[in-house]
């Protein structure tokens, strides 16, 4: 839903389209569902993207998420409730989300690639750079969140 602003998807499928084969290869890669939602909603928050944290902390509550997860999520390093690999998941998700501090820094890619490996490496990458891009479309054109009485 957009409040007054344009709607790319209609004026512009062909280049907003693109993001849908890209995010469907990525549910289709090494990550799982879980995975690629709080690499989603981590982002999302670092970015202020309202409505990508509600859809996608609305789908992982529907995928089996645990609320208390999806709200430790902005202090994942202080908090005892994520796996080794969801942390340099998260820990990726920041550098690339905030890509203008230092970007990928070469420590986190290099325990990445001993923790992930590179397949999933590169799917994170392309996860992160997606949901960026997201952010970005609905940030700019004032996507806001849906309400709903469930």
């Known amino acids: 839903m957009t ?43 670092i970015n202020g993207c309202a409505y990508c944290i509600q859809i996608h902390s609305k789908e992982a509550i529907e ?33 690339i989300t905030n890509i203008a501090d230092k970007g990928l820094s070469e420590c986190v890619y290099q325990k990445a690639i001993e923790i992930l490996g590179q397949e999933k490496v590169a799917d994170t990458i392309m996860a992160i750079c997606c949901i960026n891009s997201w952010n970005r479309i609905g940030i700019a054109t004032s996507m806001t969140p849906i309400t709903s009485k469930s």
């Not at 062909?14 to 995010?23: D, K, Q, R, S, V």
């Open 63 to 95: 995928k089996g998420e645990k609320q208390y997860r999806i709200h430790a999520l902005s202090t994942w390093r202080e908090s005892p409730f994520f796996t080794t690999e969801e942390q340099i998941l998260l820990e990726m998700t920041e550098e």
């Open 3 to 45: 409040t007054g602003r344009i709607d790319i998807s209609k004026i512009n499928p062909g280049a907003y389209n693109p993001l849908f084969t890209l995010y469907n290869n990525i549910k289709k890669s090494s990550l799982s569902d879980l995975e690629f939602l709080l690499i989603e909603i981590r982002a999302s928050q």
